[in-house]
């Protein structure tokens, strides 16, 4: 034998040495599947957790279903062997663990064709259970929300009954011209007052429930145009009160998307543009769209107060309000972020103080499930 025929076989020899090491010392289960799905090796955790033996090298793979405790795994193996392609699954086995299974191909380069296939179990088990046990309190969460909101609205519902009848006997005693009733009629405004917002704020409870508990909504072809008008006949009387102006720039006129949560979002951003405008300074609100890659920018820039750069981190977080002369929840702003970022989107704010804010929208284009 020559000098480089021994070379060789001392190289091959030396990376025997280093996967058999390799094998020996790995924390994960992986078997070595043959392209005719025998069973030709595996490291040592595949025996602790499948309960293997020496006695299995040589074996073929449907005989170890059994101890894989997973029925399909036989035809996943036959699948990545035909394709070339990686299968990943999270699989719960029959004995109730989980685990992130990947079947690899072992690939021939030279014949472009998988010779068997490599599989590695990695235990989530204490990991999915963890998910589980969020699941189980998200929901929670979420019928609590629901059981307060319809607890509540029947009540309230009362209330606003009582109130009408309060401001139409007010306005008799009025076209009466009862002097003394004056402060009744002040009381009736604010009682009303006070049921709307309540009203508001049940409403929005309902919405950060659907959305933090995941809750599909329908997507369709929406025009923005459109949208935009039924939030400015919704808000006409602040428009008119406050002289504001709206200019449309329209670079994409629709997208796939949930009407109601896009109508939410122009709506709380129209609102928040007008009820904070500055003083002596009617609003002006430019609202653009444009396509970016695979989103649609959707930008809301006004000339009111500007928010205060050390007040920007907190704008999204429930319940914030930085005036408490201004009408509001403190919770339209984190709704909209949960409706854009539960879409894949995203949300970003630039404002100075004074001079007015914009809030620039990455909007993700919902792709319905087939």
């Not at 062997?81 to 699989?91: A, D, R």
């Not at 508001?200 to 025009?223: D, F, H, P, Q, R």
């Not at 009408?327 to 339209?332: D, K, L, M, R, V």
Request: glycine share 4%; with cysteine.
């Amino acid at each position: 034998m020559n000098m480089n025929g021994s070379k060789t076989i001392q190289q091959l020899i030396e990376l025997n040495d280093e996967l058999e090491n390799y094998f020996r010392n790995t924390i994960i289960p992986q078997l070595f599947v043959d392209a005719n799905l025998i069973l030709r090796k595996f490291t040592p955790p595949a025996m602790k957790q499948f309960s293997f033996t020496p006695e299995h090298i040589g074996r073929p793979m449907q005989e170890m279903v059994n101890h894989i405790r997973y029925s399909t795994i036989v035809e996943n193996i036959n699948s990545v062997i035909e394709s070339g392609e990686i299968f990943e699954k999270e699989i719960q086995t029959t004995d109730r663990r989980w685990f992130q299974m990947n079947i690899i191909p072992y690939l021939i380069k030279k014949e472009n064709r998988a010779n068997g296939v490599i599989i590695t179990f990695v235990d989530i088990t204490d990991r999915m259970k963890v998910l589980k046990q969020l699941e189980k309190l998200n929901a929670s969460h979420e019928t609590f929300i629901y059981a307060v909101s319809h607890d509540l609205k029947a009540p309230l519902a009362n209330i606003e009954g009582l109130v009408e009848q309060l401001k139409v006997t007010s306005a008799e005693l009025m076209a009466n011209c009862d002097e003394d009733n004056h402060e009744q009629e002040m009381i009736a405004k604010m009682l009303d007052s006070s049921v709307n917002r309540m009203r508001t704020i049940l409403n929005e409870l309902s919405e950060i429930a659907k959305i933090e508990g995941n809750y599909k909504e329908i997507a369709e072809t929406v025009s923005f145009e459109a949208i935009l008008n039924e939030v400015e006949l919704t808000i006409k009387d602040r428009i008119v009160n406050s002289n504001a102006s709206i200019t449309y720039e329209l670079g994409v006129a629709t997208i796939e998307t949930s009407p109601k949560n896009l109508r939410s979002i122009l709506y709380n951003l129209l609102s928040n543009a007008i009820n904070y405008q500055a003083p002596g300074r009617p609003p002006e609100i430019v609202v653009k769209t444009e396509e970016k890659e695979e989103y649609v920018m959707l930008s809301v820039k006004d000339n009111g107060l500007g928010i205060a750069e050390d007040k920007i981190d907190l704008l999204f977080a429930p319940y914030t309000r930085f005036t408490k002369d201004r009408e509001g929840t403190g919770i339209g702003l984190y709704l909209i972020k949960k409706l854009v970022e539960n879409t894949g989107g995203s949300i970003s704010v630039n404002s100075k103080l004074n001079h007015g804010t914009e809030f620039v929208i990455y909007l993700k284009p919902i792709v319905q499930e087939s």
